[in-house]
């Protein structure tokens, strides 16, 4: 599994750069200079996730769990996080609006932009840490004010931003949508786990109890062992008449007491009890899955709604459309 998500979280990353993967050796190039700089190596790099692949190919890269190229990518996704202002250059095409069938009554006058909408793009790193592994996942979600958009955003032609363009930004209820999102897919990639570290806990559980009923059972044995032994010294007191014999048995049966009397004293049923319990809590605290969701970055796009000036049987009319959804507003 180490493997499998380390490959998944490295190609997510570099997902914009250029790769090539050849029989496990994963090349990355073109990487952007300031990723450069903060890793302090410049590309193209080796990846590889095999130890003796790694002792195979020269200058690459062993990627495990923890190692030192994993790491820096996760600070520089921390450090990196910010907001970005990108805007989708999209202008509503006169013979598109024309075959729009809620457009189809109106004679279109007069085209213009109007004030700007504006989608969110949330990107998460969530890290799963279980028992002695770690799981990272990076989940990147859409959306507007009332949905959130399974779309590939790179179909647009995008562009660098401009502030003074954008008169407020208000990201509650499109942030919202986005958590909402990300914890339905956090359930979803972590049932595996759950249904894994269940099955664990309760076979551990299962030994502690096992353990623990079979110390019960050899302590409750023991003092009916003690009980008897003291029962068959008495007996052969009452039978006998040297001496010698008689001190022997008294001795034996006052340390057969003793040993009963310290038994009974500490009470360890109640000792084995309190370590059982104890143990139990451990062995589920070890079992606990932690999910820590951390947002790396908001990129927002933002285009014109544009006001159509329209006519419909000799009226004129002003409407508001969506370039992006396609639709009336």
Same mark, same amino acid.
């Given at each position: ?24 050796? $994963? ?11 903060? =890793?302090? *190596? ?28 994993? $790491?820096? =990518? /996760?600070?520089? $996704? ?8 990108? *805007? ?28 700007? &909408?504006?989608? &969110? ?9 279980? $028992? %002695? ?14 949905? +959130?958009? %399974? ?6 032609? =995008?562009?660098?931003? %401009?502030? @003074? ?42 030994? +502690? ?37 008689? &001190? ?6 006052? @340390? ?26 451990? @062995? ?7 999910? /820590? ?8 796009? !933002?285009?014109?709604? !544009?006001?159509?000036? +329209? ?7 002003? =409407? *508001? ?9």
């Amino acid at each position: 599994m180490e493997t499998y998500d380390s490959r998944d979280f490295i190609l997510e990353f570099f997902k914009d750069c250029k790769i090539k993967d050849d029989k496990g050796i $994963l090349t990355i190039k073109e990487v952007p200079r300031d990723f450069e700089e903060f =890793i302090g *190596k410049k590309s193209p790099y080796k990846l590889v996730f095999d130890l003796k692949l790694h002792a195979q190919i020269k200058d690459s890269e062993l990627v495990t769990q923890g190692n030192y190229f994993l $790491l820096a =990518i /996760k600070d520089y $996704l921390r450090n990196k996080g910010q907001t970005s202002l990108l *805007k989708l250059d999209i202008k509503p095409d006169l013979f598109e609006l024309k075959k729009n069938p809620q457009l189809k009554n109106y004679k279109i006058i007069e085209i213009k932009p109007g004030e700007n &909408s504006m989608l &969110s793009e949330f990107y998460f790193l969530s890290v799963y840490q279980y $028992l %002695n592994e770690k799981k990272q996942t990076m989940n990147k979600i859409l959306c507007n004010n009332r949905e +959130v958009l %399974n779309w590939d955003i790179s179909k647009f032609k =995008i562009r660098n931003g %401009n502030k @003074e363009e954008i008169t407020s930004i208000d990201l509650k209820d499109q942030y919202s949508l986005a958590k909402k999102r990300l914890d339905l897919r956090v359930i979803t990639e972590t049932k595996a786990i759950k249904s894994s570290l269940n099955a664990k806990l309760d076979k551990e559980l299962r030994r +502690v109890k096992d353990h623990y009923l079979k110390q019960i059972k050899e302590k409750d044995e023991e003092v009916e062992r003690c009980k008897e032994k003291i029962k068959l010294l008495e007996t052969k007191l009452k039978h006998t008449f040297y001496d010698r014999d008689i &001190s022997i048995l008294k001795r034996l049966i006052r @340390e057969s007491k003793e040993r009963l009397e310290m038994l009974q004293k500490k009470s360890y049923r109640e000792r084995l009890h309190v370590e059982e319990v104890f143990h139990v809590k451990d @062995e589920v605290e070890k079992h606990v899955l932690s999910i /820590k969701n951390i947002l790396i970055n908001v990129t927002l796009y !933002y285009y014109p709604i !544009y006001t159509l000036l +329209v006519s419909s049987r000799g009226k004129k009319s002003s =409407i *508001k459309y969506d370039p992006v959804f396609k639709r009336i507003i």
